[in-house]
């Protein structure tokens, strides 16, 4: 069995992401943190990206399920010999007033039926897959040898048979401790089961923590729970996606590494946890805000490391490549773009420290400087070109998008500034919003009664969509559904699907369909009151996802197939934001 990249799931404790496939092979797993080197990478380079496999010798069929609302992966095996269960998982619970979260995966293998034979394959590798690291036995463990910081698979396993590559009967559970850094020195068995339990109670109260509408829960609470996992918990910071290099469609090098925190991804993160009633997550997240390094002119940029680190150098490897598209690509040149919407995007995200009464006081005072830089910022980027929300690298313009947030990030201002009594951040906010207000009508169309990408341009661009979903409109659905049928006319695809836009750009005429800008359309579809059609899209995009109920980035309208950086944080956040959306217009019918 060739299990397909995108047939997999994630498992997570928010300091390690591990990608399992429906064959048992971990295929992508970053050591010690989200943006490292990997250890299993098999998703880039079959030969070189090593091998973390349970399986019979035989032929065998395969099904993966979630245990049901955890991030626990349940993987069956079955085969003419018998069946047996994979469950993985990251351990994660409350320990010592502080989340316990060790570098450490789990993989307890149990009978179901039968007399199965497994073969434990277990094969790390490192510095880029050019590495293999040299298994060395100890009385109830593997050491692999060649790397600083010890990795380690300790088991109650038959050892000899791992390393030598054996298939065995399992009779009994079977449990595999795979470590970095520091391994587990306590019982195999009753730690793992104690973890299990531990780590399942944990997962199965925070669902319960959260607050959504009957619409969809099933999709909803599952993008919940991918979407914890991709917050490194240490410093905060909100990647965009845990893989690099998985092209948005095939040959067409748009391969690029998402392990990285970008501002603007992280507003839409933190919206969707927000809708859901979590807010530890934002308050993670102004932590790392408030620790990351500006330029010598304040500025920040559009993205940085999970650690704050600005200097992102895009490398290219010579990794196979997902399906063999090249470039694999660690790094992202990015870092470098000018991308102005992201300093709105903080001061909107900021916003429910001051409108929501369950944050004090004393968790507000701090930002008033912070507030106040940001809205200077916006001041001094206002007639700016940038490279917008779809990082263009060889075409700046002014873009609507980026005057949006600009606009929005203002009205965020203004209110924060009558919360806090302070006229001068009031009276700067109003300014700047009747300012950007000017810069979006320079992107009217009259003949088409429609926003256009910039300035200047009569591209039409799905970024657009947000004007309606943001309120820009107001309450005038008549300007709200001009728009959007300008939209539909140039950029909507069948069955729901969407494209950001259609224009030749650095590397041609984009060719497949970006998940987030059809919930985006969802969403535009219930605010102005094509609720029926807002409905049937969003159960027509819900079958775009996996076996597990998993998003890429990209789907390709002709085949239906999965593209892009898996799971795409950007998808699920599009997929609450869009069942949110709904929801409150089903239990309100006159919301708008």
């Not at 009747?434 to 910039?454: F, G, N, W």
């Not at 950001?500 to 497949?512: I, L, N, Q, S």
Request: aromatic share 14%; with cysteine; proline share 4%.
């Amino acid at each position: 069995m060739n299990s397909h990249i995108y047939d997999s799931g994630l498992i997570g404790n928010c300091s390690y992401i591990a990608h399992i496939q429906k064959d048992t092979n971990v295929s992508w797993l970053c050591f010690p943190r989200f943006d490292s080197d990997f250890v299993f990478g098999s998703m880039l380079d079959k030969d070189r990206g090593g091998e973390f496999t349970i399986l019979p010798e035989e032929d065998f069929e395969s099904t993966q399920s979630y245990l049901e609302n955890t991030n626990i992966l349940e993987t069956t095996i079955k085969s003419k010999k018998g069946s047996y269960r994979v469950t993985d998982f990251a351990p994660r619970f409350k320990n010592f007033d502080r989340y316990f979260k060790p570098l450490m995966l789990i993989r307890k293998l149990e009978p179901i039926e039968g007399a199965p034979k497994v073969k434990i394959t277990c094969q790390p590798v490192w510095e880029r897959g050019t590495k293999e690291l040299t298994p060395s036995m100890g009385s109830n463990h593997i050491r692999y040898m060649g790397q600083e910081q010890e990795i380690r698979l300790t088991t109650n396993a038959p050892l000899s048979y791992i390393c030598e590559g054996k298939a065995f009967v399992l009779q009994r559970p079977v449990y595999l401790v795979f470590t970095y850094g520091r391994p587990l020195e306590a019982p195999v068995e009753s730690t793992s089961e104690r973890f299990l339990q531990a780590t399942t109670e944990y997962w199965q109260s925070w669902v319960k923590s959260t607050s959504i509408s009957t619409f969809h829960q099933r999709l909803v609470l599952r993008s919940a729970l991918i979407l914890k996992i991709h917050q490194y918990e240490d410093t905060g910071a909100i990647i965009a996606a845990s893989t690099t290099s998985l092209p948005e469609s095939p040959g067409s090098t748009r391969n690029w590494d998402y392990r990285y925190c970008w501002i603007r991804d992280s507003y839409y993160t933190l919206t969707s946890f927000n809708s859901v009633g979590h807010f530890e997550e934002l308050e993670k997240y102004f932590e790392y805000i408030q620790n990351l390094p500006t330029g010598s002119d304040g500025r920040y940029q559009p993205l940085y490391s999970i650690t704050g680190d600005s200097l992102l150098t895009e490398e290219i490897s010579d990794l196979q490549g997902y399906l063999g598209n090249q470039p694999v690509r660690f790094g992202n040149q990015a870092y470098t773009h000018i991308q102005n919407d992201l300093y709105g995007q903080v001061l909107v995200s900021l916003l429910p420290l001051y409108s929501d009464q369950r944050f004090t006081a004393k968790e507000k005072s701090y930002s008033e400087p912070m507030i106040m830089n940001l809205l200077d910022k916006i001041e001094k980027t206002m007639h700016e070109k940038d490279a917008g929300l779809w990082e263009f690298r060889n075409l700046a313009q002014e873009h609507c998008y980026t005057f949006l947030f600009h606009w929005a990030g203002a009205c965020a201002a203004a209110k924060i500034g009558t919360r806090l009594k302070n006229q001068r951040m009031y009276d700067k906010a109003i300014q700047l919003r009747d300012e950007a207000v000017k810069k979006i009508e320079a992107c009217y169309l009259p003949d088409r009664k429609a926003y256009a990408q910039a300035i200047g341009s009569r591209h039409m661009d799905a970024s657009t969509l947000q004007l309606i979903t943001m309120g820009y409109f107001g309450r005038d659905l008549e300007r709200a559904n001009d728009h959007l049928k300008a939209l539909e006319e140039d950029l909507l695809a069948k069955d729901y699907l969407f494209y950001r836009y259609k224009h030749m750009d650095d590397f041609g005429v984009p060719e497949t369909t970006f998940l987030i800008c059809a919930f985006w359309y969802i969403e535009a579809l219930a605010c102005v009151n094509r609720l029926d059609e807002a409905i049937e899209g969003f159960e027509t995009l819900s079958k775009y996802c996996n076996h597990l109920n998993l998003f890429s980035e990209d789907v390709d309208q002709a085949t239906g197939s999965q593209w892009g950086n898996f799971p795409q944080a950007y998808s699920h956040v599009g997929l609450m934001n869009a069942a949110f959306r709904i929801g409150k217009k089903l239990d309100r019918p006159n919301f708008l």
